[in-house]
């Protein structure tokens, strides 16, 4: 496979906005290291050395490695995609001081935690989506982390502080996920998180009305 984005762009301080913000669409939203947050809420990792932090996430399809990539980017932070040992893309980003506050707001001991309070604006709903949404018949599923059952719950709510209320689906099996339905919901999703990337494949697992 072939590398991630390798050219690096002006950083962007972790929580900072730059500009007139929408509240609604992440095609106007400046990106911020903090929409890495929207990996986090799926199976992405966060890791931190004495060179600074590195978020990463193995995801089901070339495209998603490779449009995080290009979000991350945005975000201000350099991104490789690659391989898992297991063969599925795994898209990474550099490591770097500039996640160490992401690190700290979503890890406790050495646990990954959803961060009191935490809301995802536009860019992390859109990044979530990117990494684990999925289309569920008429409805719309976000992929949560398995091995993280306890903050299920906790991102339930945070979705819902954010406009959209889910269903907390599939928690006795492999494939926990919130479920989004009703056109109203997926409206606020869809208003949310802009278009789909412009790479082959990405369309068809967008959300829909």
């Given amino acids: 496979m072939a590398s991630g984005v390798s050219r690096f762009r002006q950083k962007i301080p972790y929580g900072s906005k730059v500009g007139q913000l929408s509240m609604f669409s992440a095609e106007t939203d400046e990106p911020s290291i903090d929409d890495l947050a929207g990996v986090l809420a799926t199976t992405g990792q966060i890791a931190v050395s004495t060179q600074g932090a590195r978020v990463s996430v193995v995801v089901a399809d070339d495209w998603r490695a490779h449009a995080l990539a290009e979000e991350f980017e945005r975000c201000g932070v350099a991104a490789e995609v690659s391989l898992s040992p297991e063969g599925s893309p795994l898209v990474g980003t550099a490591t770097t001081p500039e996640l160490d506050d992401l690190y700290r707001a979503w890890t406790k001991g050495a646990i990954k935690t959803t961060p009191p309070n935490w809301v995802p604006g536009p860019r992390a709903l859109r990044l979530w989506v990117i990494a ?78």
């Fill in 132 to 209: 684990a949404g999925r289309r569920d018949a008429e409805r719309y599923v976000l992929g949560l982390d398995p091995h993280a059952p306890e903050s299920h719950g906790s991102l339930a709510t945070a979705v819902m502080r954010a406009g959209i209320a889910p269903t907390l689906v599939g928690t006795r099996g492999a494939n926990p996920a919130l479920r989004i339905a009703g056109k109203r919901r997926l409206s606020r999703l869809i208003e949310s998180i802009g278009e789909p990337p412009d790479i082959s494949g990405a369309a068809a697992h967008w959300p829909f009305i």
